[in-house]
């Protein structure tokens, strides 16, 4: 499977849909094209109506909308056809059997086209993940961070970093190769070296302190928890706006841990109701259930506690007292070191829910990148984190030797990020994750 087989693939979602495009991409890809369609190649980005025929038969296959784009200005960077059809199953089956027969003409494998655009230097690997993450998006604040890496916000710091990097090292350079010959002021150059290094490494510490993309892709994780029969399942279902969980007067209805994705003022959630927490004495089931609500509560990035303060356990992440069923009259006010005001909320009538929503998101902040900001992924994070380790040796050192090797290496970890430098497996499981046609 070389790299100069032309490949092509439905690139529209799943048939039967209203249009199917089907992408060609390689140096046949205009031959391609031309086999399965009537009549000669419109200009380049023009537009034309064309029959999609079987080579051999000549039978019509389909109509469709033909563009083609030149390897220069195209997304691939390679000659790209684009046979824009009818969503039909059967058509689009026709259609990829007659190209698969064409010599040096293959369907691509998941995230070629991509892959291929990376390669021809169309893009880089930062806003390639973000492109992937726009593609999954939910959330509006999924797509709004997708969006920034895609546009390559990252990309960018990433290049103004290594600059000031490659100016570092030329200056530690110039020391090592002329200080004998008395024209350079080592130690003024070394320090101006040591602070440059320092505050590059301050800079992505800082980077790295900011919210990573893991919550903005799973979901902020709320978990519902509080006494049996406390409202818990009733509150994730109007929270969820759909019957996720079972509600009944019965105490201990709830055994299990019921998780629902919900995006609430378009910020991903992730909700769970849990068992409602007494004292043992209740069966088996219940026993484990209560289990599992407390290793909820240990992960929880925001717990909605619908009991009393007393009865509280220790939980890590942030607190929201909830006086739940508040339609049913007030509550004496929580005293002792768990005494905090409890957000009155009603999910028969709706009392409060918005100001729980509201407080939901405010409690987020600092959880999720800003909006327009985007968030590191894992792969990124620990290229940046090595990159950070690598300065911070070097604004240690005084031979100059190894602070060349420190930036070197910080160097190399920042042009993973990009893909300047990388290889073959970090492609290959990047692009496993892409769908065929992308
Ligand atoms: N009036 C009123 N009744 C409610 C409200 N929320 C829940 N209930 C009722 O309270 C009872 C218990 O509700 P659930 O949501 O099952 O309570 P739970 O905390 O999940 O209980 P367990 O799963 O047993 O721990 C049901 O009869 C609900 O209809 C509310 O806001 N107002
Ligand atoms: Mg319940």
């Known amino acids: 499977m070389g790299s100069t087989d032309t490949i092509f693939a439905l690139s ?26 009537t009549a000669p190649m419109p200009e380049p980005r023009q537009a034309r109506f064309r029959r999609i025929v079987d080579p051999e038969t000549r039978e019509v296959l389909d109509e469709c909308v033909l563009v083609w784009f030149p390897a ?7 000659d790209t056809v684009e046979l824009q059809g009818h969503g039909s199953r059967a058509a689009i089956r026709a259609i990829e059997a ?17 892959r291929r655009a990376f390669l021809n230097g169309k893009t880089d690997l930062a806003k390639i993940e973000g492109l992937a993450d726009l593609i999954h998006a939910e959330t509006a604040q999924q797509r709004r961070a997708a969006m920034a890496m895609m546009g390559g916000a990252l990309s960018r710091k990433i290049a103004l970093w290594s600059q000031r990097l490659m100016s570092v090292s030329a200056r530690v350079e110039a020391v090592l190769n002329f200080s004998d010959e008395g024209d350079v002021d080592e130690a ?23 919210p990573g993309a893991e919550r903005l892709r799973d979901g902020v994780r709320v978990v519902i928890a509080g006494p049996p029969n406390a409202g818990k399942s009733t509150l994730l279902n109007a929270l969820a706006g759909r019957d996720a969980a079972i509600v009944s007067p019965i105490a201990g209805t709830t055994r299990d841990v019921i998780e629902v994705p919900v995006a609430l003022g378009g910020v991903p959630f992730l909700l769970a109701d849990t068992a409602g927490l007494r004292e043992p004495g209740g069966d088996e089931i219940e026993a484990i259930g209560m289990d599992r609500a407390h290793a909820m509560l240990a992960a929880a990035d925001i717990v909605l506690w619908l009991g009393h303060g007393e009865e509280l356990p220790y939980v890590p992440g942030a607190l929201m007292m909830v006086h739940a069923k508040a339609d049913l009259g007030a509550r004496p006010v929580d005293s002792g070191p768990f005494a905090m005001a409890a957000l009155p909320v009603s999910a028969v009538t709706g009392e409060g829910m918005d100001a729980l929503v509201a407080a939901l998101l405010a409690a987020t902040e600092r959880l999720l990148p800003q909006p327009g900001d985007y968030a590191l992924s894992v792969r990124q994070r620990r290229a940046m984190e090595r990159a950070r380790d690598a300065l911070v040796e070097g604004a240690k050192q005084t031979d100059d030797i190894l602070i060349a090797e420190s930036v070197r290496a910080a160097l190399a970890a920042l042009d993973e990020i990009t893909g300047r430098a990388t290889t073959e497996a970090v492609l290959d499981e990047l692009f496993s994750g892409f769908c065929i046609g992308k």
């Not at 039967?16 to 369609?37: H, Y």
């Open 12 to 37: 529209s979602g799943a048939p039967p849909a209203a249009i199917g495009v089907i992408r060609i991409s390689g140096p046949r890809a205009l031959e391609a094209a031309g086999a399965v369609t």
């Open 72 to 78: 220069a200005a195209s997304e691939t960077g390679e």
């Open 98 to 114: 007659a190209l698969g027969r064409l010599p040096a003409v293959r369907l691509a494998e998941p995230g070629e086209f991509t």
């Open 188 to 210: 003024v150059v070394r320090a101006g070296v040591t602070g440059e290094i320092g505050t590059v490494a301050a800079e992505l510490a800082a980077e790295l302190a900011k």
